[in-house]
């Protein structure tokens, strides 16, 4: 199967962003690359990250100056060597099979060129709050 680059924006998330991570390492499909760029936090996040990196498909970069969402998602797209991107954003979990949910679509359906999900309205504990769109 392919493999797939998780791009995961991070800028003052260390609440949340030990938990995302988490919600990577745990996938069911394990044929991919994570690659967080920090956008000059000013929290602990870049501590917190710092513990997953002796994982080697975690890829972890630091922004010099603030760059905003947008030009850090630019800067992760042509850092990843795979042509199936999706996003992850460092104050959000997927559950388990997630990334093989999303294999499959693309595997079974060649002309596709975008899945989406459903999403979850959580509270800090995870607990889900209501079902999104």
Not at 10 to 30: F, R
Not at 75 to 100: F, G, W
Request: hydrophobic share 40%.
């Amino acid at each position: 199967m392919p493999k797939i680059s998780i791009l995961m924006a991070n800028y003052n998330n260390a609440l949340y962003i030990e938990e995302s991570i988490k919600s990577i390492l745990e996938q069911e499909y394990k044929d991919w690359e994570l690659i967080i760029v920090d956008d000059c936090s000013i929290d602990n996040s870049v501590e917190k990250i710092s513990k997953n990196l002796g994982e080697d498909r975690i890829r972890f970069y630091k922004n010099e100056l603030n760059q905003g969402y947008i030009a850090t998602l630019k800067k992760m797209i042509s850092l990843s060597s795979t042509n199936i991107l999706t996003i992850v954003d460092s104050d959000d979990a997927i559950n388990k099979n997630a990334l093989k949910t999303l294999m499959k679509v693309f595997l079974d359906n060649p002309s596709v060129g975008l899945v989406y999900s459903q999403n979850w309205h959580c509270d800090e504990n995870l607990k889900i709050l209501k079902k999104g769109y």
